[in-house]
Structure formats: C-alpha cells, structure tokens
C-alpha cells in the first residue's frame, strides 16, 4: 500500500518552455500533497504544499508564478516548471500524505535537465 | 537555517555489525520524528518514526531513539546488512504544522562485507 508515482521519470526540455511533472497516490486518497527539489547530494528542500481544490502554500523563495502547482483531485497533483532555465535543472520529487498522519509516501522523482 | 543537521555525510560499516546514525535538530516545537532511505535517482522510503511521547521505537532490526533534552535522535540498523547501503534522512514535524517535514542533509551509509 501507500504507493505514489511520478511521471514523467526524467524529461529533458530546451529552455523557454514549459513541462508538467504527474503525482498520483495509487492506492489511497491524498489530502495533501507536497513539492521538493533536490540538488545532487543535498537534503530534500519542500517547494510547496497542495491540499486538494485549494491553492498551493509555496516555502519562501519560492516562486508561485514558476512553478505551478495545481491539485485537481484526491488521487493526482501536477507541477509545471514554465518558461524552463538551465538552472531549473534538478530532481523533482513529490510525496502524498493520506491526512492523520505524519508519513509522507514518495514518488520516484523525476530528473529535469533544461539545455 | 538547518533545523535539522545530520553532522556525518558517511558512514561505512561491516557486514552484521551495527550502523548508528544521527540526527539533532534545534527547533523544540518538533514533535514528530521519521527516517527515510533514499536510492540515487528514486524517492525517499520511509523506514520508521517516533513521536516526542516516547523516547524508543523498533521495528525489525530497525530502532530508533529520541533523547528530547539533547534534541538528537538516532537510527539503530543491527544487523547490518549490503542492502543497507543508501542515503538516509531523518525529518522532523511541528503538530499543527500542515504535516510538513523538514529534512535533515543525509548520511550516505554504505555496508561493506
């Protein structure tokens, strides 16, 4: 149980343009879910936080206009990186938490490289 | 500001013998404490947590210890095992603070035989 996906797995984009990143919880209800980048070898830094129908609570520093979160149902959250940069370049993971509890179940992440 | 520091980036131990990592954090709002493992290019798995309430908590050969006046918490792997061998996090929670996790740096743990 608890299983998260992420989709795509990697993408490679060229700079200006846009890319949708998928989180599915697939078997359980997420009444939240959350953001993160890492950069090779550090923590997992949270971009932001998504509670199905409502807007995303996005951490300082991060830019809402960048990185559109949008949490359209129980089961399914999307990031879109718009108007990509090279230094977008990052592993994106989310994670899903099932509400009364503090676990958070992860996707596998997906690796953005933007040329 | 890290709030939660893994101070060794590494550790190596031997096969079947004991792996100690160590977590300290310095917000004492923290109320809720998890450890995850973390593959290169996969998602975090969470391994085991333990809430402030209690200062022990085991599953296999997995145990964790949360000593609140030190504001440090470790993870106890005996016996030690290759498959061991991964990135572990250990996270940290505020009640009331939308479950949102903030993560220590990591420790690259690596079993050796």
């Known amino acids: 149980g608890a299983v998260v996906s992420q989709h795509p797995s990697w993408v490679i984009c060229k700079s200006g343009t846009s890319v949708k990143i998928e989180c599915r919880s697939l078997?359980?209800?997420?009444?939240?879910m959350f953001w993160y980048r890492q950069f090779p070898k550090q923590s997992l830094m949270l971009m932001a936080t998504s509670n199905e129908g409502s807007k995303a609570t996005y951490e300082q520093g991060v830019e809402k206009d960048k990185f559109l979160i949008n949490h359209a149902s129980l089961t399914l959250s999307t990031l879109t990186v718009t108007s990509a940069h090279p230094e977008d370049s990052s592993f994106y993971i989310c994670s899903a938490n099932a509400g009364g509890t503090y676990e958070q179940y992860f996707g596998p992440g997906t690796r953005l490289t933007v040329t | 500001d890290q709030q939660v520091k893994q101070n060794s980036p590494s550790l190596s131990v031997q096969e079947g013998r004991i792996s100690i990592l160590n977590c300290d954090y310095t917000n004492s709002m923290f109320d809720y404490f998890l450890w995850y493992k973390k593959y290169p290019a996969e998602g975090p798995t969470f391994l085991i947590s333990?809430?402030?309430?209690?200062d022990k908590n085991e599953d296999g050969r997995f145990t964790v210890f949360l000593n609140k006046s030190a504001k440090h918490l470790s993870l106890h792997i005996v016996p030690s095992q290759p498959g061991d061998s991964a990135v572990y996090f250990c996270a940290a929670s505020v009640a009331g603070g939308g479950n949102k996790l903030t993560f220590g740096t990591g420790t690259q743990l690596k079993v050796e035989l």
């Open positions: 333990i809430s402030s309430i209690k």
């Open positions: 078997d359980f209800q997420a009444t939240t």
